[in-house]
Each structure stands twice: as C-alpha cells, then as structure tokens.
Nanobody, 124 residues
Framework: QVQLVESGGGLVRPGGSLRLSCAAS????????MGWFRQAPGKAREGVAC???????YYPDSVAGRFTISRDYATNTVYLQMNSLKPEDTAVYYC??????????????????WGQGTQVTVSS
C-alpha cells in the first residue's frame, strides 16, 4: 500500500506563492510518475503538474511558467512550487502516484494512489 501525505496549503493573496509537499512511502517500482491535481468547487479535477522518475515534467498551459514540480529522491518527497497565484487557483490540491508509467502525464485515470488533499485559497 502506497501512502501519500500532502502539506503546505493555506491562504495566500493574489500574486503570492506557496509550496506544497507530498511525502510518499517508498516505491519498489523502477518507473513511476508523480502528479499534482486540483479540484475547485463545482469543477472537475484537473492535472496541474507531473514528473517522471528521470525528472521529465509536464504542465498544462493554465499553470505553465507559474508552477514548478520537483522531487527529492532521498526523502521520497514531491514538491509543487506555486508562484504568481491567482484567485482561480483556489482549489483542493492532491498528490498522486502512477506506478506503471515512465513518461510524465496528467491522465487522471492512470494514477493508482492519491493523497487526502490540501486546501489552497487565493484571496485578498
């Protein structure tokens, strides 16, 4: 069983920054992808960033240039640095793991494990 625990959410003003963390239990797989998703009230969940085991990343246009995903292999932690935050970034943010894929992607259906989520609110 893989456990993912997010932290770092909170309230921030427009234009501000936050860094989310996702602590993952150890993986035995040789290939896996870690992703960050978000879900705003009344909207479908959407992917915002992902990173493969070789460090390749992918971002949708909505966050490209503002969000950065990274990972610390020593501690099995994945980070999401969010800059220039906008009110429309308000959502619950989830960390997820796909243990069967090599290339980075945000195809939600392929992710095997999910964290409990952390709330990010961007408001003045």
């Amino acid at each position: 069983q893989v456990q993912l625990v997010e932290s770092g959410g909170g309230l921030v003003r427009p234009g501000g920054s936050l860094r989310l963390s996702c602590a993952a239990s150890r993986f035995t797989e040789d290939e896996y992808v870690m992703g960050w998703f978000r879900q705003a009230p009344g909207k479908a969940r959407e992917g915002v960033a992902c990173i493969s085991i070789d460090g390749s990343t992918y971002y949708p246009d909505s966050v490209a240039g503002r969000f950065t995903i990274s990972r610390d292999y020593a501690t099995n932690t994945v980070y999401l640095q969010m800059n220039s935050l906008k009110p429309e970034d308000t959502a619950v943010y989830y960390c997820a793991a796909d243990l069967h894929t090599a290339a980075p992607h945000i195809r939600e259906v392929l992710y095997d494990y999910w964290g409990q989520g952390t709330q990010v609110t961007v408001s003045s």
